[in-house]
């Protein structure tokens, strides 16, 4: 059961829709729908099939994860949604991806994991264009995740991050080394003093700051987006 509420969380991120609007969108109210999700609960049939709907989706795929294919349909336009916040989506529209390789250094979450430098990809993930936000989609990376200390904005242990090599643009979650070590951490730049401070998203983990022009602190690049692939 674990993975239908898996393949609901993937189609629903796919659709940049938040989990408030997918249960806004099926008329539940939002304590009742996260109980299904923490008891690990399928709801009724009527209820699968407004979820399945939303998604673009049918109940036989949020179950099984398998889909009977259906007669080609290519000359129907786009079915709309329009969701309670005035949004409107397209479920059945194809956003333009990219193929981003995977590449072998994992990036701590944590104390810092010692930096190996470039190295060939293990393989790649698709993700949607957009998330380049304007840069050249070659730019993109994507590493796998490895500690706790960014769980504040559910970044957890086993993601992929995807970071944009070499772009700094203002505060935000970027991949730096700092004394030979790899890491994400949130950054907040101080243009006076020409400090950075180095953050990370659990209490457990102090901040640490660093002058700018420290030769061990480098900026690989800017965190554009993860993907989950923790258990839920």
Known sequence: ????????????????????????????????????IRYNRIPSGDICVEIAKVLGTTVEYLI???????????????EEFHLPNGKTITPSAEEPSVLVPIVRQRLSAGNGL??????????????????????????????QVTGDSM??????????VIFATG?????????????????????EFNPLTKEVSIISENPRYQTITTR????EFRILGKVVG???????
């Not at 099984?64 to 786009?78: R, W």
């Open 114 to 143: 010692t930096y190996m430098g470039p190295s060939n990809s293990v393989g790649s993930v698709r993700v949607l264009e957009r998330m380049a936000r304007g840069l050249d989609p070659a730019r993109l990376i994507a590493a």
């Open 226 to 232: 993860w993907i989950h692939v923790h258990p839920y």
């Open 151 to 160: 769980t504040g904005v559910q970044i957890f242990e086993g993601d992929l």
């Open 212 to 215: 700018a022009d420290n030769d």
């Open 64 to 78: 099984t994860g398998y889909e009977t294919p259906l007669e080609d349909d290519d000359d129907k336009p786009p």
């Open 167 to 187: 772009h700094v643009s203002a505060n935000g979650i970027y991949v730096i080394a700092l004394a030979n070590e790899v890491m994400v951490k949130r950054l």
């Open 1 to 36: 059961m674990d993975m239908f509420w898996r393949r609901v969380a993937d189609l629903r991120e796919s659709l940049s829709m938040n989990i408030g609007e997918l249960w806004d969108a099926i008329g539940k109210s939002r304590r009742t729908c996260d109980d299904w």
